[in-house]
């Protein structure tokens, strides 16, 4: 057996208000729980908790039953969990990221992917999943968005750039387009609440739309039919994880269905989850759901490694697609700090821990390599 590397890494997540200050505490217990059988250490902190001219970080770890604070040595990998949502927080978390590593030079046990619009960009380049991308552009503004619309059936789709959760996608489709007509949008706010307006001014839809997304990088794609036969929006979420040899494996895969014209298939939006094959076949047939399954599972292995070559190591990815009533497959989304509570929901207790434990095992792998090296 090999030997315990001894580690000490560092879970960086943001701050909430609640019992605990920061997010994520039940995934975070769970971690520290899977360190310690390691004989590593293992906490949590956030990015305001770290000041210069310390030598130690203030910070959590779950021990004895119980969430203890106290004063950690600077990490030696970073597992960063941590969402920065504007300017202001990226700027603290990447000084929270200097100061540690002139305390001491730490490992990223994975790197962020640079937006939606960059990992498109990334994906469009491999001839096998441009086949599988829907047809991308960044807002640019109402003209162009009156013009989409007529080239594409009257209906689009929008999402930030750096959204998460479904929040801020706004589905837009004309009314009575013969006659020049109005605006129907249903959408998700910042809070993740379904909303729905229409305007009988196609003008003053389109003026307002903008406003919606004022200075955020928004992107525009056609609206893909992807409902159940009774038009329930659903995808299918991919966990990809390196393991403890180092090697990309599947975790897991599950289908998440929102409710009837819910817009999104986000378990934050109120939507469940299913088992994958079972729920593909009851849609598209036995013979078609194997095939869908197949071929997400081909996509979802070849993913990781292409994006790596464009972005650096990564350690996750949580991989959305879409199924269209035609039984047509398409890549929605790539994210690389996954939420991995679809596995629980549906049963899947081996993926539900292996998903926990492979973000821990695979900091032992790259600290066991550092310390044999």
Excluded at 200 to 218: A, C, K, M, T, V
Aim: charged share 25%.
């Amino acid at each position: 057996m090999n030997p315990s590397p001894q580690g000490i890494v560092g879970i960086l997540v943001g701050e909430c208000a609640g019992p605990l200050p920061f997010a994520e505490s039940a995934f975070c217990r769970q971690l520290c729980h899977i360190g310690n059988q390691q004989k590593m250490t293992i906490y949590v902190f956030c990015p305001g908790w770290v000041t210069s001219g310390r030598r130690s970080i203030t910070g959590y770890t779950f021990e004895s039953g119980k969430w203890i604070r106290k004063q950690f040595p600077a990490p030696e990998i970073i597992y960063d969990r941590c969402i920065s949502h504007d300017k202001n927080q990226q700027r603290r978390k990447q000084r929270c990221l200097e100061i540690l590593n002139d305390l001491q030079p730490f490992v990223y046990l994975t790197r962020g992917l640079a937006g939606k619009w960059s990992v498109y960009q990334a994906l469009m380049k491999h001839r096998l999943f441009a086949a599988y991308l829907p047809n991308t552009v960044r807002y640019e503004g109402t003209i162009q968005l009156d013009n989409w619309l007529s080239l594409h059936g009257g209906e689009a789709f929008l999402k930030p750039q750096n959204g998460s959760h479904g929040k801020r996608t706004l589905l837009v489709k004309e009314m009575n387009a013969d006659l020049g007509g109005g605006l129907a949008l249903t959408g998700r706010d910042s809070r993740n609440q379904l909303f729905r307006r229409k305007f009988r001014s196609r003008q003053d839809g389109l003026e307002w739309i903008h406003r919606f997304i004022g200075s955020r990088i928004f992107l525009l794609q056609p609206y893909l039919q992807l409902n159940t036969s009774k038009g329930e929006p659903f995808d299918v979420r991919v966990l990809m994880q390196k393991n403890e040899n180092g090697l990309w494996s599947m975790t897991g895969m599950a289908v998440r269905a929102g409710r009837k014209h819910s817009l999104t298939s986000n378990l934050h939006g109120g939507g469940t989850a299913h088992k994958a094959l079972p729920f593909l076949t009851k849609e598209l047939g036995e013979r078609n759901g194997i095939t869908a399954v197949q071929i997400i599972r081909k996509l979802s292995e070849a993913i990781p490694k292409h994006l790596e070559s464009q972005f650096g190591r990564l350690a996750e990815l949580g991989i959305d697609f879409g199924v269209d009533r035609g039984e047509r497959i398409w890549i929605l989304e790539v994210n690389s700090k996954p939420g991995r509570s679809s596995f629980f929901r549906i049963g899947d207790m081996q993926g539900a821990r292996k998903s926990v434990e492979n973000p821990i095992q695979y900091a032992r792998y790259l600290l066991l390599r550092k310390t044999l090296a």
